[in-house]
């Protein structure tokens, strides 16, 4: 499986009153005895961290709606930003977890996000193939360049902790493609937004968000990559997920958040007829 995602975004001057999120229950949205799969809030992690300062996390909220025999079996199939909502698989067994892990190491697996953003895209369908790598200015960042531009390897003559180091900051790093459509335009909290379908074909940490920034369309309440909009959470969900495991394949959906009448400050309507 992917490694797990650094606990928590760095604040900034909009979100240093953002708390993790309180919430004690979960919307299931698919369960077999092999997995199962929620609607993860917002703000919240996928599992214990050393720091959480008591707060829920995800995992232990599965693990509470699940029969005692399987609790201490369960594992999560893949990762999702401490910000970003959406679906949410886990594997109820050691079996389950590496036939799914499979899937994502060769990369057979479709993933379908929602993304508000600020701005208007200049087309209905856009992509970007621009590499992802570790920042080298912050640990927890990515930055969009070239891994052998950022990271070279280093000579055999160096110090082998120093190697093992940009091995593990290479390993981060590397091309990486989304595409994108736009679903819908309007306004939020006054200001011009559209809503995007993003489907990411690789799985770099922080990808879609450093994409949209790329494409001038930035998040709205990315903490890390986005601008001071005083929003309330980052406006991006993990819409499908799809997996070839299992007889008939796996497919789950999560409820699209970002909907007039749902978010309060909120008003769109379809893309333009030119657009699409």
Not at 76 to 89: K, P
Not at 126 to 152: H, K, N, Y
Request: a positive charge; aromatic letters at 6%; hydrophobic letters at 35%.
């Amino acid at each position: 499986m992917a490694e797990a995602e650094p606990p928590t975004n760095k604040p900034t001057s909009f979100t240093t009153e953002r708390r993790p999120s309180r919430k004690r229950t979960i919307t299931t949205l698919y369960e077999t005895d092999s997995y199962v799969a929620v609607d993860k809030p917002y703000d919240m992690r996928i599992d214990k961290q050393k720091n959480d300062d008591g707060d829920p996390n995800l995992q232990d909220l599965v693990r509470a709606s699940l029969p005692p025999a399987v609790r201490t079996e369960l594992r999560h199939c893949h990762q999702l930003d401490y910000a970003t909502s959406g679906v949410m698989l886990y594997a109820t067994s050691k079996k389950a977890a590496a036939a799914a892990q499979i899937c994502f190491q060769e990369r057979r697996v479709q993933k379908e996000y929602l993304a508000l953003v600020w701005g208007a895209p200049p087309s209905r369908e856009l992509a970007c193939a621009d590499p992802i790598c570790q920042s080298p200015e912050d640990a927890f960042r990515m930055t969009i360049g070239d891994v052998d531009a950022v990271w070279p390897l280093l000579d055999q003559d160096a110090p082998k902790a120093d190697r093992d180091e940009r091995r593990r900051k290479r390993k981060h790093s590397g091309p990486a493609a989304t595409t994108v459509v736009e679903l819908a335009r309007g306004s939020y909290l006054g200001k011009p937004v559209a809503k995007l379908l993003l489907r990411p074909a690789s799985g770099r940490r922080h990808q879609l968000r450093l994409h949209c920034v790329a494409l001038g369309l930035p998040i709205v309440g990315d903490a890390t990559y986005g601008v001071d909009d005083g929003a309330p959470r980052m406006m991006l969900h993990a819409r499908t997920l799809r997996l070839p495991v299992g007889e008939e394949g796996l497919e789950v959906s999560a409820p699209d958040p970002f909907r007039s009448g749902v978010l309060e400050g909120l008003s769109l309507q379809a893309a333009p007829a030119e657009q699409r």
